[in-house]
C-alpha cells in the first residue's frame, strides 16, 4: 500500500467510524457496550499499526513531506478549497502520538465508562474528535484545518457538558464555547485576508521548503503579512488557553476524566502550538507577531504558575501547570527553537496525560510518599514566595486565589457590557425582555432540583 | 410483650430550651450547633467511615424520618412509584404482601357497603394510579384518549361494573362533584436567595459559592496546593478577611462590598458570632427563625459546611494538616458575603422578606383526573358516583389526598421488604429444620476466623465446601482488639477498631533485632523513593523545573500510560516484582507487651501494649460470644481484611468497617500472637476457655478486592503445624478462586461461563485496573445479619448478602455476650446498610452521583467539576445493583432475652424500636422465628418460600447475574442422584 493510501486511511477511518455510528444512533438503533469497545480497540489498532508502517515507509524512502491531494471540494471563480493532506516531520510526530493517546484513553474509557448512561455519545465524540484532530495535523491548509479545529472544538464542548442533567457542566460547556467562537474568528479574517491579499491559504501556496526551515513566498507588504501572523496566534491562543483567552481550562474539568485527559492534557490544548509551528516563517519576519507569541507564552506561564501553586483540587492543578507549560511552549517557539518545541509538545503530552487519568490517585498517591518519607514532606511554597516581603506575598496569594481576577474582568468588563448592550437592543424586539430573566429562572431552578 | 416508648436520648427539636432571652450570643451558639447536626458527618475521605446517612434523625421512627429528611434536604424518601411497581411486575413484590401491608394499617369505611380504605388502597398501589398533573390531564382530556377509553388494564370485576358507562359521563360526574381543592398559599422565603431568584432571576447562591468553595478549599487543603494558605493559624474568618481585601483585587461582580465589610470587621476586630450577630440584624431574621434559617443557609453546601463541622469537632480527622476549624467562622464568611450580594443586587438588606415565592405549580385538574382514575379501578360507574351522598363524597376525596404518592411509596417499601423477609425467614428456618450439614470427623481439621462482612460470606461458604472439615467463625474484623497502630511502613499511628471506640493501647511493627539493618535500608530506599516522586510531582508542575522535566522526561510516562492501560495486572506484577528485588523486607515482630502499668504517653493517653489479662480478656471477648469454649481445632487462622484498588478515591470505603475503614490485619495478626501465649491461655482456663495445648492460632489477611490471602508469623509456628497449614492453604486457595468466581457473576466484564482461576485473574485484574470505577462492588447488596451458631447457615447459600456474626446463645445464659456483640454490630452493621440505603433512593442527594467527574479537592473529599460542593454518601458505581431494604437481623435468642439487651443499651433501642433496621428472632431451642413489629414479636408462619436443595453453589449460581434466594447447598445430593 501506498505511504499516500495509508495516510487516507489514517485520517478516514475514525471519520467513517463516526458516521456509521451516528447513523446508526439517530435511526434509534443501538449498539452494546461489547461491540463499541471491540470496534474502538480495533480502530484504534488500525491507526497505530498505520501511523508505524507510514512513519517507516517515509524513514526507508527517505521521503520527509508526503502529500495527498484529492483535488479541490469545489472551486468558484479563483478559489478552491483544496482537499490536500501532508505529513512531514512537524506534522508525523504529533499524528503519531494523537493516535497513541487516543487510543489509550479509548481503551482506558471502555472500563471507566462502563455502565454511563453516556458511553455511547462519549465514544461518538471521542471517534469525531480522533477525526478532527488528525484533520489539524494533516490539513495542507488554512481552509482545511479550520474544519478539523471546529470538530475539536465542538467535540470538547460536547464532552464538558458530558453530565447534561447538571447545570454546571452545561454553563461552563457554553463558557468554553463561547470563548472558542471569539478565538475562531480571528481565525477566519485571517483566512479571508489571506485569500484576499495573496489569493492562498495552503501550505504548498504559502510556504516552499520542509519543516523544519521552511520559508514563506508570500509577495506582498510586510503588514499584511504581520496582520495574518498576529491573527492566528490569537486563535493558536484559544485553543490553547493563552494570553486573552486563558481563564477557560479549569472550566473544562466538568468532563470524565478521560475526556479531560485527552483533550485538556494531551491533544486538544497543543494543536495551537502546532498552528503556530507551521505558520512560524510568517510570524518570523514580523517582529510584532514574535513579539506577541513570545509575550503572551510568558505571561501565560508566569499566571499559570502563580495561579496553579494555591489550587487546592486535583484537576485544576494539573490544568493550571498545563497552561504554564504551554505558555512555555508558546515562548519557545517565539525564540524559534521549533525541534525544542516539538520535543516539548509531544513529552509533555504524554506525561499530562497520565497525570490526567491518574488524578482520582491523589489522595493516595500522597499518603504513600508521606508514609515513605517517614511522615515529613518537605514544606513547599517556601522558597520563590519567602524572596517577597510578607505584604507582597498575600497580595500575590490574594491575586493568584482569584485566577488573576480573569474571570472578574471578563464578566464585570466585557460580558456585563455586551449583555446590557443586548438588553438595550431588545426595546426593538418587544416580548424577547420578558422572556430573558423568566427562562434564567427556569434554568436555575433546575439546578437546585440536581443538586 | 415488648411495648415501649420511643426513647429521647437525642432529642434536639427543641434548640431554644436552656437559654435566656436576654443571652442572645449564647443562644446563637446553641442554634448553630444544632443546626449543624444536620450536615453530612462524613469526614474527610481517605478514611471512610459508614454511617446512616440520616443519623441527626435517628431519634424519630425511620418512617417519620425519611419524610423529615426529604423535606430538609430536598431527597426522596423510599424508591419511585415506578420502581416498586416493576418490582411488583417481575414478581419481586407480592399480592399478599400489598394485602398484608393495607392489613397492618388502620381501615376505614369509605361507602357505606362498597368501599374500604384498604379496597381503596389496594388499586391505588397496584395497578396504580396514572401519573396526573394539571398539564398532562388537560392533555389526556384534549388529545389523548382519557375520554374515549377507559384504562386497558382494569381489574376485571372493575371493568365489567363499567362495561355500560363511559368515560366521558363518569369524567363529567367526577368534574361537577369532586370538591375544588384551595391552591396551597406560597410560601415565604427562608434564605434571600430564594427570593431574588424569585424577584431578580439571579442565583445568589451561584455567585457567592464560588469564593466560598475556593476559600474553603485552600483552607482545609492538606497538601495538593504547592502554595499552602497563608494565615490559616488565625482561623478561617480571619485569614479569609486579611487575605480578601488586598489593594487592587477585583472582586467578582455583586460582591464588590464584601472588601469593605471585611476591613471592617478586621479593624472592629469582630468575632465570628459577632459577624453572624450583625448580618442576622442586617438580613432582619427574627431570633424565632434562626435556626430555620441558618439550617438553610448551612445545607446550602452542606459538603463543605460539613467538612469543617467535622474537623471542628475532631481535628485529628485531617490526614495531615491540622487547621483549627469552625464551623461559626464558615456561617460568618458565608453570611458576610450573602449580605453584600444582597445590598448590591436588591439595594437593601431587609425588603426580601416582602417578596413572593413563584406559588407551587396547583391544578384543580390533576385531583379530579385521580379520583377520575380511582373510579376506573374500583368500578365506581357514573351512576354510582352521582349516588354518592356528600359525606361519603368527602370521604372518598380525603382518603385519596391521604394516599398520595409519598404514602404510597412507603406503602410500597413495606411490602418490599416483606416479600425480602419472607424469602429469608421461611427458607432460614426450613434449612435449620433439617439435618445439619456438619463436619464428619471428630475434631476439625481447622477452624478460620473471618470478619462478620457479607463480602466474606462466599469464601467461607466456599472453604467450608471444599473442606467439609474445616468450620468457620464470625467475628467483627477488629477481633476484639482496639489498637493504634504504625507498621514500619507508617509515619503515624491509626486507629483500627470501629470508630466509636478510641483504642486505648498501641501497637507496632518493628524489625526483629537481627534484622533492623534491613530495615534501615529500607527505610533508606523509602526516603530516597519518596524524594525522587515529591520532586517528580512538583517539578513536572512548576515553571521553571516543569519546563526540564517536561519536556526531557515526559516521554519516560509513555510506558507507565501504556502498560498500565492496555495490560493493568502484568504490569502490577511488574512493579510488584521490582519491589521485592530492590526493597528489602525485614522480619518483623509486634511490640504489644505490657508490663508497667504507668507506661501510659503523656501527650496522647494511650498505652503501649496489654497486660496479660487484659490480652486474656480480649481473646476471651472473641471467643467466648462465638462458643469457642474447648474443642478448637489443631490450627486457627484469624483472616482480618481490607482492599487495594487503583484510582480510587473511595478505596476506604471498601476496607474493613469494623476497623474504621483500614484494614484489620494487624488486628488479626496481634490477636494470634496473643493467643498462642502460654500465659493468656492460663487466664483463659480461669475464664472457662480451654484451649488445647496443641492449638495453634495463625494471622493473615484476605483482599477482598483482588481475593489474594496471606500468613503472618509463619516462621514462629511450630514444625508440627506445617502440615495442618499446608492443607488450610490448599482448601484457601481453592476457596478463593471460588469466591472469586462467584462474585464475579456480578461483573458484566466478567465471562459468566469462565472457570474460577479464570475468575480470579479477573477480580486481581480489576485490582489492578486505573480505569476500573468497580474494583469491587462492596458491601452493595447487603440485606442480612445473621447472629447465631454457624452450624445453622453452614451450607446456606447466602449470596454474599449477609453478615455472618458467630453468637452461641447456649454458652451464654446471662445475655452478656449477647449484649457485647450486638452494641459492636448493630451500629457497623447498621450503619453500612443505611447509608446504601439512602445512596440508592437518592443518589444525588444522599448519595455523591457517578465517580466519573470526581476530583479529589484538598486531599479531604471529592467535588463535581473545578468549583462544586463536597460529594457525601456513596457513588452510583459503587450501589447500582444494591436493593434498598433496611438490614434483616436474625438473632440466635429469644425475644425477652433480646429485648432486655436491647433495652440496656440506649443505642440499639434506637435502632430497633425506631425501626431503622429490622429485627427477628430465632429459638435456640427448636429454631422457632418470631419477627419484631411495633413493638411486639409475631411468629412467624406460612410456608411459600422454598429451599431449592443443590449439590454446589456453583451449579446455584452459576450464568445467573440477578439477586439469588438462600438454597441448601448438600454435596450428598450429588451423589445420590
Known amino acids: 500500500m501506498s505511504p499516500q493510501n495509508i495516510l487516507l486511511i489514517l485520517v478516514s477511518t475514525p471519520l467513517v467510524v463516526f458516521l456509521a455510528m451516528s447513523v446508526l444512533w439517530l435511526l434509534g438503533g443501538h449498539m452494546p457496550e461489547q461491540a463499541i469497545s471491540r470496534i474502538t480497540k480495533a480502530v484504534y489498532a488500525i491507526l497505530t499499526i498505520g501511523a508505524f508502517i507510514l512513519g517507516y515507509k517515509m524513514w526507508q524512502s527517505g521521503v520527509t513531506t508526503l502529500r495527498v491531494s484529492l483535488g479541490d471540494w469545489f472551486t468558484v471563480a479563483h478559489y478552491g478549497f483544496p482537499l490536500s493532506l501532508l505529513v512531514d516531520r512537524l506534522s508525523f510526530p504529533i499524528v503519531a502520538v494523537t493516535i497513541i493517546l487516543a487510543g489509550v484513553v479509548g481503551s482506558f474509557s471502555v472500563r471507566y465508562l462502563h455502565r454511563d448512561p453516556g458511553f455511547y455519545r462519549f465514544f461518538l465524540l471521542l471517534h469525531l474528535f480522533t477525526f478532527g484532530a488528525l484533520l489539524v495535523f494533516t490539513a495542507d491548509s488554512l481552509d482545511l484545518l479550520i474544519g478539523g479545529w471546529e470538530i475539536v472544538g465542538i467535540t470538547s464542548v460536547l464532552l464538558i457538558g458530558f453530565f447534561q442533567y447538571r447545570m454546571d457542566p452545561a454553563r461552563n460547556a457554553l463558557r468554553v464555547f463561547a470563548t472558542y467562537r471569539v478565538a475562531d474568528l480571528f481565525m477566519l479574517v485571517a483566512v479571508f485576508l489571506a485569500h484576499h491579499w495573496f489569493g492562498t491559504a495552503s501550505w504548498e501556496g504559502m510556504f516552499s521548503g520542509e519543516w523544519p526551515g521552511h520559508v514563506h513566498n508570500l509577495q506582498g507588504s510586510a503588514a499584511s503579512i504581520s496582520i495574518i501572523a498576529v491573527l492566528l496566534v490569537f486563535a493558536a491562543s484559544g485553543k490553547s488557553s493563552q494570553g486573552p483567552f486563558c481563564g477557560w481550562l479549569p472550566r473544562a474539568m466538568e468532563g470524565p476524566t478521560p475526556s479531560s485527559a485527552v483533550f485538556y492534557g494531551a491533544i486538544s490544548v497543543h494543536a495551537g502550538a502546532y498552528l503556530l509551528l507551521r505558520i512560524e516563517p510568517l510570524f518570523r519576519v514580523s517582529w510584532v507577531a514574535t513579539a506577541l507569541v513570545i509575550f503572551v507564552g510568558l505571561t501565560t506561564a508566569l499566571l499559570g504558575t502563580l495561579v496553579h501553586r494555591t489550587c487546592a483540587d486535583a484537576k485544576t492543578s494539573l490544568a493550571y501547570a498545563s497552561q504554564t507549560q504551554l505558555g512555555l511552549i508558546f515562548a519557545e517557539i517565539g525564540f524559534g527553537w521549533t525541534t525544542f518545541a516539538i520535543i516539548h509538545i509531544v513529552s509533555h503530552a504524554i506525561l499530562r496525560t497520565l497525570q490526567f487519568l491518574r488524578t482520582p490517585s491523589m489522595l493516595r498517591d500522597h499518603h504513600r510518599v508521606h508514609a515513605a518519607a517517614g511522615g515529613k514532606i518537605d514544606p513547599t511554597g517556601e522558597h520563590l514566595e519567602a524572596l517577597f516581603p510578607r505584604g507582597i506575598q498575600i497580595w500575590l496569594y490574594r491575586f493568584a486565589l482569584g485566577r488573576g481576577f480573569y474571570d472578574s474582568i471578563l464578566n464585570r468588563f466585557i460580558i456585563a457590557p455586551l449583555l446590557w448592550g443586548a438588553r438595550m437592543l431588545a426595546i426593538f424586539e418587544p416580548g424577547w425582555e420578558a422572556v430573558g430573566p423568566d427562562a434564567e429562572q427556569h434554568a436555575s431552578k433546575s439546578e437546585t432540583a440536581a443538586s | ?977
Open chain 2, 1 to 977: 410483650m415488648s411495648t415501649h416508648n420511643h426513647s429521647d436520648t437525642c432529642d434536639h427539636s427543641h434548640p431554644q430550651g436552656g437559654h435566656a432571652p436576654g443571652d442572645p450570643v449564647g443562644h446563637l451558639r446553641h442554634v448553630v450547633d444544632h443546626a449543624a447536626h444536620f450536615l453530612p458527618t462524613q469526614g474527610p475521605i481517605g478514611v471512610f467511615v459508614h454511617h446512616n446517612t440520616l443519623h441527626s434523625l435517628q431519634n424519630k421512627p425511620f418512617e417519620e424520618a425519611v419524610l423529615e429528611g426529604a423535606k430538609l434536604f430536598g431527597a426522596e424518601p423510599y424508591m419511585a412509584e415506578e420502581a416498586y411497581q416493576s418490582e411488583h411486575a417481575r414478581g419481586r413484590i407480592l399480592n399478599e404482601d400489598i394485602d398484608d401491608t393495607l392489613r397492618r394499617e388502620p381501615d376505614a369505611e369509605i361507602i357505606v357497603g362498597r368501599l374500604t380504605r384498604r379496597q381503596l388502597r389496594r388499586v391505588l398501589l397496584i395497578p396504580g394510579v396514572r401519573r396526573v398533573n394539571g398539564i398532562n390531564v388537560s392533555w389526556q382530556i384534549e388529545e389523548g384518549d382519557w375520554l374515549t377509553s377507559f384504562r386497558h388494564d382494569l381489574p376485571a370485576a372493575a371493568a365489567r361494573a363499567l362495561a355500560n358507562d363511559t368515560p366521558q359521563a363518569l369524567w363529567d360526574v367526577c368534574k361537577k362533584r369532586a370538591k375544588l381543592q384551595p391552591a396551597p398559599p406560597p410560601a415565604k422565603p427562608v434564605r434571600p436567595r430564594d427570593a431574588v431568584l424569585a424577584r431578580h432571576g439571579i442565583d445568589m447562591d451561584a455567585i457567592i459559592h464560588p469564593p466560598l468553595i475556593r476559600l474553603t478549599g485552600a483552607y482545609l487543603d492538606q497538601g495538593i496546593a504547592y502554595w499552602p494558605m497563608p494565615l490559616r493559624e488565625e482561623g478561617l474568618l480571619k485569614a479569609a478577611r486579611k487575605i480578601m481585601p488586598q489593594p487592587l483585587a477585583l472582586f467578582p461582580a455583586h460582591l464588590t462590598s464584601v472588601a469593605e465589610a471585611f476591613v471592617q470587621q478586621e479593624a472592629k476586630q469582630m468575632s465570628a458570632e459577632a459577624v453572624v450577630m450583625d448580618a442576622l440584624e442586617k438580613l432582619a431574621v427574627p431570633q424565632d427563625q434562626w435556626d430555620d434559617y441558618i439550617v438553610q443557609e448551612l445545607l446550602a453546601l452542606r459538603g463543605w459546611a460539613g467538612m469543617v463541622r467535622m474537623l471542628e469537632n475532631d481535628v485529628t480527622l485531617a490526614p495531615h494538616d491540622r487547621v483549627k476549624c469552625s464551623i461559626m467562622d464558615f456561617l460568618a464568611l458565608r453570611l458576610t458575603y450573602t449580605v453584600a450580594a444582597l445590598q448590591d443586587i436588591v439595594g437593601d438588606t431587609t425588603s426580601w422578606h416582602s417578596f413572593q415565592l413563584p406559588p407551587p405549580r396547583f391544578d384543580p385538574l390533576a385531583h379530579i383526573g385521580r379520583i377520575f382514575d380511582v373510579a376506573q379501578l374500583l368500578g365506581l360507574s357514573s351512576d354510582t358516583l352521582r349516588s354518592l351522598s356528600d359525606e361519603e363524597w368527602d370521604r372518598l376525596d380525603e382518603e385519596i389526598i391521604a394516599c398520595n404518592e409519598t404514602e404510597r411509596r412507603r406503602l410500597l417499601h413495606i411490602a418490599y421488604e416483606r416479600r425480602h423477609e419472607r424469602r429469608i425467614l421461611i427458607p432460614l428456618a426450613r434449612h435449620r429444620s433439617l439435618p445439619s450439614i456438619q463436619p464428619e470427623s471428630d475434631r476439625l481439621a481447622a477452624q478460620v476466623m473471618f470478619c462478620i462482612d457479607e463480602r466474606e460470606e462466599s469464601i467461607r461458604r466456599a472453604l467450608e465446601e471444599v473442606d467439609p472439615s474445616i468450620e468457620t467463625v464470625g467475628a467483627a474484623g477488629f477481633f476484639g482488639v482496639a489498637i493504634d497502630y504504625a507498621g514500619i511502613d507508617d509515619a503515624d499511628g491509626a486507629s483500627l477498631c470501629p470508630v466509636v471506640v478510641k483504642p486505648a493501647h498501641t501497637v507496632r511493627e518493628v524489625p526483629v533485632k537481627e534484622h533492623s539493618y534491613v530495615h534501615k535500608q529500607r527505610q533508606n530506599l523509602r526516603r530516597a523513593w519518596a524524594k525522587i516522586v515529591r520532586n517528580g510531582f512538583i517539578s513536572s508542575r512548576t515553571l521553571v523545573r516543569g519546563w526540564i522535566s517536561t519536556a526531557c522526561l515526559g516521554f519516560l510516562s509513555l510506558f507507565p500510560l501504556v502498560l498500565r492501560v492496555l495490560s493493568p495486572l502484568a504490569y502490577g506484577r511488574f512493579i510488584k516484582r521490582l519491589n521485592r528485588a530492590f526493597l528489602p523486607e525485614p522480619i518483623t515482630e509486634f511490640t504489644y507487651m505490657r508490663d508497667d502499668e504507668a507506661s501510659r504517653d503523656a501527650t496522647t493517653g494511650l498505652m503501649r501494649g496489654f497486660t496479660t489479662q487484659e490480652q486474656a480478656d480480649r481473646v476471651a471477648g472473641i471467643l467466648g460470644p462465638a462458643g469457642m469454649h474447648k474443642a478448637h481445632a489443631r490450627l486457627v487462622v484469624i483472616l482480618g481484611h481490607g482492599s487495594t484498588s487503583l484510582n480510587n478515591p473511595y478505596e476506604s470505603a471498601y476496607c474493613c468497617g469494623a476497623c474504621g475503614g483500614r484494614t484489620g490485619a494487624p488486628n488479626a495478626r496481634l490477636f494470634a500472637l496473643i493467643a498462642n501465649r502460654p500465659a493468656v491461655r492460663e487466664a483463659l482456663r480461669a475464664k472457662g476457655i480451654i484451649v488445647p495445648e496443641d492449638t495453634w492460632f495463625l494471622g493473615g489477611y484476605h483482599d477482598t478486592c483482588s481475593d489474594d490471602i496471606q500468613f503472618f508469623d509463619v516462621d514462629l509456628m511450630p514444625e508440627s503445624h506445617h502440615g495442618d497449614l499446608a492443607r488450610v492453604r490448599q482448601s484457601l486457595d481453592k476457596a478463593r478462586a471460588l469466591g472469586a468466581h462467584e462474585r464475579s457473576r456480578r461483573f458484566a466484564a466478567a465471562d459468566l461461563e469462565s472457570t474460577p482461576e479464570i475468575a480470579l485473574r479477573h477480580v486481581q485484574e480489576r485490582a489492578e485496573h486505573i480505569s476500573e470505577p468497580r474494583p469491587e462492588y462492596g458491601h452493595c447488596t447487603n440485606a442480612v445479619a445473621y447472629v447465631g451458631r454457624r452450624e445453622f447457615t453452614r451450607g446456606l447459600f447466602m449470596d454474599r448478602r449477609a453478615f455472618l456474626i458467630s453468637y452461641d446463645a447456649t454458652k451464654d445464659p446471662t445475655n452478656e455476650a449477647l449484649g457485647r456483640v450486638l452494641g459492636a454490630v448493630i451500629p457497623v452493621c447498621g450503619g453500612i446498610n443505611l447509608e446504601y440505603y439512602f445512596s440508592t433512593v437518592d443518589i444525588e442527594t444522599y448519595g455523591s452521583g457517578t465517580k466519573l467527574p470526581h476530583n479529589v479537592s484538598g486531599l479531604v473529599g471529592v467535588m463535581n467539576g473545578y468549583q462544586g460542593d463536597l460529594r457525601t454518601g456513596l457513588p452510583v458505581q459503587t450501589v447500582e445493583i444494591h436493593e434498598p431494604v433496611r438490614i434483616l437481623f436474625v438473632i440466635e435468642s429469644t425475644p425477652e432475652r433480646l429485648m432486655s439487651v436491647v433495652k440496656a443499651n440506649p443505642e440499639l433501642t434506637e435502632f430497633v424500636c425506631n425501626k431503622w433496621i429490622r429485627v427477628a428472632t430465632m429459638d435456640p431451642d427448636d429454631g422457632h422465628i418470631e419477627i419484631y413489629r411495633d413493638g411486639v414479636f409475631e411468629k412467624l408462619e406460612g410456608d411459600e418460600e422454598p429451599l431449592p436443595v443443590v449439590p454446589s453453589s456453583m451449579a446455584w449460581y452459576q450464568g445467573k447475574m440477578e439477586h439469588l434466594g438462600l438454597a441448601r447447598i448438600d454435596p450428598k445430593v450429588a451423589k445420590a442422584a
